[in-house]
């Protein structure tokens, strides 16, 4: 009886020993678990999410989508500028997109300066003299930029500040021609376009052929 008792306490107490060493263990293991988490737990996840979420935040961070929303809203820069042929105004510089390039009679190319700012400058976009180059056509001397108002950085063309008009909407559109006697297109040398009907080779002509009648009669004078 004595060895029977004795062999249940030993048992009992190795029972007893197993289930505190187990319960150690999980809270070891749980404390463990969850220390490691909060060390590998990548930034920009949160704990308890599972991780296709939580990657999905890593890839895309709201401060790298800003500045790409910023930059969508600046103007268009210029790209290479060309020149083009219009019918009606002869030579008209435009843009890498072919859009219609403009100046303002109320800027100033002696010093440089701009007079279109507010809601002038969103019907008038100004052009951003930063990408600008010389294309075909174009002086590359005559390129140069002006400091707007806000700080930013204008395209000159021979001293006059450049812009685009906001109703052309395709490439080629002069829409902004000689709205309020003010607004012209730009020719490549930083003159207004003109028209190609207004050059002098066309009255030429009516010059000759008011001469030939008056040298006529006086030779049916010098005859009588």
Request: glycine share 12%.
């Amino acid at each position: 009886m004595k060895t029977s008792w004795r062999s249940a306490s030993l048992v009992a107490s190795a029972v007893a020993v197993l289930a505190l060493t187990t319960a150690c263990g999980q809270e070891s293991g749980t404390a463990a678990s969850s220390q490691n988490v909060g060390v590998t737990a990548p930034a920009g996840t949160v704990a308890g999410v599972g991780t296709g979420y939580g990657s999905v935040g890593a890839g895309t961070s709201p401060s790298a989508s800003a500045p790409a929303a910023a930059g969508g809203a600046q103007a268009e820069t210029a790209g290479q500028l060309a020149v083009s042929a219009n019918a009606e105004l002869g030579k008209v510089l435009i843009d890498a997109a072919g859009m219609t390039l403009y100046r303002f009679d109320a800027d100033t190319a002696e010093p440089p300066r701009s007079s279109c700012d507010g809601d002038c400058a969103t019907t008038w976009p100004p052009v951003p003299a930063d990408d600008a180059t010389a294309g075909d056509g174009v002086d590359k001397s005559l390129l140069g930029e002006v400091t707007r108002s806000d700080g930013s950085k204008q395209l000159t063309v021979d001293g006059w500040p450049v812009y685009r008009y906001a109703k052309d909407t395709n490439a080629g559109d002069t829409n902004g021609q000689g709205v309020n006697g003010k607004w012209f297109a730009l020719a490549p040398d930083g003159k207004k376009a003109k028209s190609a009907s207004g050059s002098g080779s066309a009255a030429a002509p009516v010059c000759r052929c008011a001469r030939t009648p008056t040298s006529a009669t006086s030779s049916s004078t010098r005859t009588a």
